[in-house]
Every structure is written in C-alpha cells, then in structure tokens.
C-alpha cells in the first residue's frame, strides 16, 4: 500500500513535576483514511477508528522497531476488529464484520455505554511484538462496557498495575464523514502518587470533546496548554503518525501459495480473471491473471 505524503501527529509530555506522562495525538488524517480505504458508515468508523486511536497511543512508548496489536473478540454483531501500530507511527486495522448489523438504530454514540449493544461479551487482547523476538508478549481482559478507552485503561490497571486515564473522540459532519479525531492518555510514573492522578483522571472525564476542536481548527498543542497549563506541563517531542499497511504483492502471492493445489488450479482454469485478493487491514486489491496463477500452480506442484 502505498503510504501518504500526510500524516496525523502526536505529541508526548510530562505533568505535574514529571509524575505523570502524557501522551496527545491529531489522528484526523489517520482516520479519515481509514474510513475512506475501508468505505466504512459513522458507526463502523467510530468503532475501528479509536481502536486505532488507542493503539497509536499505546505504541508512543515503543522504541526501535517495536510492535503492539489491539484485539477483540466478542459475541455481538461487531464480532471484533484487530488494530496494530508500530514504534515508527504505523498504524493499521480492520473490522471482522462490516457493516455492522443492528436490529435497531443506536439512540447516540457519544455515552460510554451506548455501543454496548455491539459487542456482547468477548475479550481484549493486547500483544507486545518485540524487534528480534520470536513470540508477542500478550495479556487479555473480559471486555467490561465495549468502551475502547476504558477498557485499555482497566487492562493497564489489571495487567500492569499503572493507572491510565485515556480519552478518545471522533467528530463527523453532516454528511458522516470525519472531521476530526483526537486521544489522549495519561500514565503514572514510577514511584508517583495516587492523589494527583486521580485529580488528573477526573479530568479526563469531563475534558471539551478533542475530535470537536480539531474540526473546528484547533491545534493539539494550544488545545493541551489549555486544559493542562496548571499541572506544569512540558512537552517533550512531536511525531508523525499515519495510516500505513506493509501488505504488498509479494506477500499476496505466498498467502495463495497457502491454498491446496486443487483450489489453485480451480482458480486457473475457471476465474473470473484477473483473479482479486483484498489486504483485511487497508482493502488494497491485488489482481492476479491467468498466466500469474499457471505459475503459482507450477510452483505449487513442484513442492515436495
């Protein structure tokens, strides 16, 4: 997939004497994509898009060539989505079912506990893909309200014992469309207190909507000294982040060199041609003719 020569951006910082670290991001463009790639509705897209929001979050404090996954997997009609992002600002992810079967229209997306219905139960996962490692490091939680801040909040707190505060909005237009996106989380640093935390927490809980004001132009940075200015904010650095999947012909073709001989050669000889193979996590289409799969058939035959 070829990747865009704009990014989203996020910024990481340091609060209260350095107690707490912080990290913010503009995920419009991020999101914005995702929707177009995905051709998702506004449900669908608030639902992978701050998955991706939280992943992208979570991957700020990744170093090298370092790799963390978000996944769900739930009884209700969402059935779970997979979101991935890397130490580099690589961020990637798909829906298992778009879209999303609703027996009756959501009332509002904007209650913690309005996409409940959605998800039913199920588990989150999150997975630490380390450069050089063989196997992710991974841990999961039972899904508690189907609100993707909150539950990565609670994995950190069940999972690693450090306090996470983290808020997440997409804000659409008339149309559906998104017209901004933003996130922000917040973590305790080691040997911090519980009583500045909590104050900072609570703060989260009833911060202006971030989506909103970068639809209305606002920046991540004003917008940060805004809300945070009494807490001794410091800003540390500022990266880009952008949606980008590594999927490419090369690794299309060996995903059919997976499929039996016979399936192979069915695809040969029948098509229709050219033969379409869809990447799950940005929907780029691979198309492979006739004469490409005679190829992948002779390979195929000449394995022991």
């Known amino acids: 997939m070829a990747l865009s020569s704009e990014s989203s951006h996020i910024l990481t910082f340091l609060l209260a004497d350095k107690s707490v670290r912080g990290v913010i991001l ?20 608030l639902i992978l898009g701050q998955a991706l929001q939280a992943t992208a979050l979570m991957a700020s404090s990744l ?30 992810g798909y829906l298992k079912q778009v879209p999303v079967p609703l027996e009756r229209p959501l009332e509002s ?35 508690q309200s189907g609100n993707i801040a909150s ?10 014992q450090l306090p996470t ?34 104050i900072l927490e609570q703060r989260t809980k009833t911060l202006p909507p971030l989506g909103k004001a970068l639809a209305g132009g606002q920046k991540i940075s004003p917008w940060l000294h805004e809300q945070f200015a009494p807490f001794h904010l410091d ?28 399936d192979l050669e069915e695809m040969r000889d029948n098509g229709p041609f050219p033969v379409q193979v869809s990447c ?19 390979e195929k035959g000449a394995w022991p």
Request: charged share 20%.
């Open 26 to 45: 503009d995920s419009t463009l991020l999101v914005q994509e995702m929707q177009s790639r995905h051709d998702l509705g506004a449900l669908e897209t």
């Open 63 to 92: 170093k090298g060539h370092d790799e963390i996954g978000l996944r769900i997997d739930c009884s209700g009609p969402i059935k779970g989505l997979i979101a991935e992002a890397t130490a580099t600002g690589e961020v990637r």
């Open 109 to 143: 997306f904007h209650s913690i506990n309005s996409l409940n219905p959605c998800w039913g139960e199920g588990l989150l996962t999150i997975s630490h893909y380390l450069e050089g490692g063989r196997q992710p490091f991974s841990g999961n939680i039972a899904l």
């Open 151 to 160: 539950e990565v909040a609670h994995y950190y707190q069940i999972s690693e």
């Open 165 to 198: 505060a983290i808020h997440l909005t997409i804000f659409f237009d008339l149309q559906g469309k998104v017209a901004g996106a933003g996130g922000l989380l917040l973590q305790t640093m080691p040997g911090a207190g519980d009583e500045i935390f909590t």
């Open 235 to 262: 800003i540390l650095e500022e990266h880009p982040v952008h949606f980008h999947c590594r999927c490419n012909a090369l690794r299309m073709r060996l995903l059919l060199l997976q499929l039996s001989l016979a």
């Open 280 to 298: 799950h996590f940005c929907n780029e289409q691979y198309r492979f003719g006739q004469h490409a799969l005679t190829e992948l058939c002779q």
